[in-house]
Every structure is written in structure tokens, then in C-alpha cells.
């Protein structure tokens, strides 16, 4: 009964690849985001989408680009992988769009050689 | 968005009362005061938030001061699970963007 949940939860790819994480929520959510936690264990917002609609793009690198099939699923496509891309990917979601606690999935670790 | 400081780290002896200080001194009028915690290797778990009233819950009680400058976490019998980095953020702003800063590592001793 995960209430977000992130797939894969490792991936080790090597620079220059192209690939995706999923995430899905089971709570109803009408808002979903991504957040990088780096090295250094800096949590960073990247994106949020709400009803499948993208409102936070936080100059995030033209080569990450979220998808959003329905409101229950954000996933996260990155092109050309480099090696600061290494980080854990957290995928998360709340109610509504303002002041509504966020629950987080488990996070994907990608690391990129 | 409100800038919040906290202290790097933290120790608290199991069973005991751990209490966390945060500082919000920017935070602005509509934005709540969010707690979160992350266990390590886990995403962030939501713990407790409030505007200006102090808050219960089954996890934690918060105690926001009158002038809303700062507050403190309280974990009334602190176990080894508790051990985590905890982030007071501000939220609710004009952006609208839950920002993490730091944090506190609690180290719960037995």
C-alpha cells in the first residue's frame, strides 16, 4: 500500500544514456514533484505538476523533462546523461497545490560512470 | 520564501525530550512553518506545520513564538528511531515551493 512510489530504486548507468524514472501515487493527489538531493544532501525542487499540468520548472537543464499521463503518475526522462546527474531523485505529492504537506516516495539513487 | 536557521547537529539521551530550535526571522504573514524529517536512505516524512498557534499531533508538538521569528520542535520521548536530519521550512509564500535548507542531525543516544 506504498502511497508514492519510485521505480527503479537504484540505477547505474553510463554517460550519454538516456533514461526514465516513474513515479505514481495512490493518495488521489492533484500535485506531483521531483527533488534532487545531491552529494552534498542539498534537497532541490525541480518540478511540480499539477492535474498534469507543469507549474514549477526550476531552470532545470532542457535535458530532464518530466511526464505526466495523468494526475496519478510524473515521470521523470533525462537525455544525455552526465555525471552530475548522480544523485537520489525523490518524487512527491500533495492535495492541493499551496500549503498541503508533502508525502515523498523512497527516492531513486542514479548513479552515472 | 523565508530563509530558516538551525543548528548542525544535535544529541538527546532515549526516552527523554528532544527539543529542536528553528529560526524564521523573514518569514512573512501567510507562510506556514513546516517540519519534516529524513531517516537515512528514506525520503523526507512529514512531521507537523502551524502558522501562529503552537500544534499537536501524534508525532511532535510545535511552539511558535508570538512574533513568529522562530520555533521549536518538541519530540516529547525521544526513541533511536527518531534518529534523522530535521528541516524547518517556511511555506506558503509567494512561490509557493517547499525549500529545504540544512537541517539538524538528531542523534538519538542510548
Known amino acids: 500500500d506504498t502511497a508514492v512510489s519510485q521505480t527503479p530504486k537504484y540505477l547505474v548507468t553510463q554517460m550519454g544514456n538516456d533514461k526514465s524514472i516513474k513515479c505514481e501515487q495512490n493518495?488521489?493527489?492533484?500535485?506531483m514533484y521531483w527533488y534532487k538531493q545531491d552529494s552534498k544532501k542539498f534537497l532541490k525542487i525541480m518540478f511540480s505538476y499539477n492535474n498534469k499540468e507543469l507549474i514549477i520548472n526550476e531552470t532545470v537543464p532542457n535535458r530532464f523533462s518530466p511526464k505526466s499521463p495523468d494526475k496519478a503518475h510524473l515521470n521523470l526522462h533525462i537525455n544525455s546523461l552526465e555525471l552530475g546527474d548522480s544523485a537520489v531523485y525523490f518524487c512527491?505529492?500533495?492535495?492541493?497545490?499551496?500549503?498541503?504537506?508533502?508525502?515523498f516516495g523512497n527516492g531513486t539513487r542514479l548513479t552515472v560512470t | 520564501d523565508a530563509k530558516t536557521t538551525q543548528p548542525p547537529s544535535m544529541d538527546c539521551a532515549e526516552g527523554r525530550a528532544a527539543n529542536l530550535p528553528c529560526n524564521h526571522s523573514?518569514?512573512?504573514?501567510?507562510?506556514?512553518v513546516y517540519w519534516y524529517r529524513q531517516i537515512h536512505s528514506q525520503g523526507p516524512q512529514y512531521i507537523i506545520h502551524?502558522?501562529?498557534n503552537n500544534e499537536t499531533n501524534e508525532m511532535a508538538s510545535l511552539i511558535i513564538t508570538e512574533d513568529r521569528k522562530s520555533s521549536t520542535l518538541i519530540l516529547p520521548h525521544a526513541t533511536l528511531r527518531d534518529t534523522a536530519v530535521y528541516y524547518c521550512?517556511?511555506?506558503?509564500?509567494?512561490?509557493?515551493?517547499?525549500?529545504f535548507g540544512t537541517g539538524t542531525l538528531l542523534a538519538v543516544q542510548p
Open positions: 493518495l488521489g493527489h492533484d500535485t
Open positions: 502551524g502558522l501562529k
Open positions: 521550512l517556511g511555506y506558503g509564500g509567494a512561490t509557493n515551493k517547499l525549500i
Open positions: 523573514t518569514i512573512s504573514g501567510n507562510e506556514y
Open positions: 512527491a505529492s500533495s492535495p492541493i497545490h499551496e500549503k498541503s504537506p508533502l508525502h
